[in-house]
């Protein structure tokens, strides 16, 4: 099955720092990725689609300007949370559908990245 | 606001039971319906996906459709220790772009 691949799995930061997590689909192109987080026993929430060759699209409530996306290519999405703070700790994972224009298609998530900011 | 309900638990069943899991959702025009299941620290993984009214069975998992009363459940037979996860609900809706909506999980103990 199609893997979706995130880096890195863990880090930990202090505080102002900023942080950037890779998510890579790696074998197959994904032209749109979803970015989730995730606080403790809470459900994921959608931040941002990920388009390739144009700009994010942000949820509501979402700062665009902390959270900056960039779909570099047909298999790589980055996300970087600047000047980080400690409520920006959460479990941040990626997904990727294999394919967006079918209703019924599913999500690959990538294995997540523990964000830690001291 | 769309959004998924779930009973978040916990929810414990011995060993070789059924474990019924439930969703509701408040958006019509939902199409497609998918159970995850997430062990702790992990992301999640799919379990099933369902769109049409009824059920549709998997092995030892069986989800169940009803649109008109807007509710989704997950069967899962022969319970095992191992199906112990938070389990959560999904639904995909269209709007300016196909999205995901996850309910917050209903976290399932099987006892050995």
């Known amino acids: 099955g199609a893997v979706v691949s995130q880096h890195p799995s863990r880090v930990i930061c202090k505080s102002g720092t900023s942080v950037k997590i890779e998510c890579r689909s790696l074998?197959?192109?994904?032209?749109?990725m979803f970015w989730y987080r995730q606080f403790p026993k809470q459900s994921l929430m959608l931040m941002a689609t990920?388009?390739?060759?144009?700009?994010?699209?942000?949820e509501q409530g979402v700062e665009k300007d902390k959270f900056l996306i960039n779909h570099a290519s047909l298999t790589l999405s980055t996300l970087t949370v600047t000047s980080a703070h400690p409520e920006d700790s959460s479990f941040y994972i990626c997904?990727?559908?294999?394919?967006?224009?079918?209703?019924?298609?599913?999500?690959?998530f990538g294995p997540g990245t523990r964000l830690t900011v001291l | 606001q769309k959004e998924v309900e779930q009973n978040s638990g916990p929810l414990s069943v011995p060993e070789g039971a059924i474990a019924s899991l439930n969703c509701t959702y408040s958006?019509?025009?939902?199409?497609?319906f998918f159970w995850y299941r997430q062990y702790s620290g992990k992301s999640p993984e799919l379990i099933m996906f369902?769109?049409?009214?009824g059920d549709k069975e998997d092995g030892r998992f069986t989800a169940q459709l009803n649109k008109a009363s807007q509710y989704v459940s997950l069967l899962i037979r022969d319970s095992q220790p191992s199906d112990s996860a938070t389990y959560l609900c999904?639904?995909?809706?269209?709007?300016?772009?196909?999205?995901?909506?996850f309910g917050a999980g209903t976290r399932l103990f099987v006892k050995a």
């Open positions: 074998d197959f192109q994904a032209t749109t």
């Open positions: 999904a639904v995909k809706y269209r709007t300016g772009g196909f999205k995901t909506i």
């Open positions: 958006d019509r025009g939902s199409q497609s």
């Open positions: 990920s388009n390739e060759g144009s700009k994010a699209t942000y």
């Open positions: 369902i769109y049409s009214n």
């Open positions: 997904s990727a559908p294999a394919s967006p224009s079918v209703d019924t298609d599913t999500q690959y």
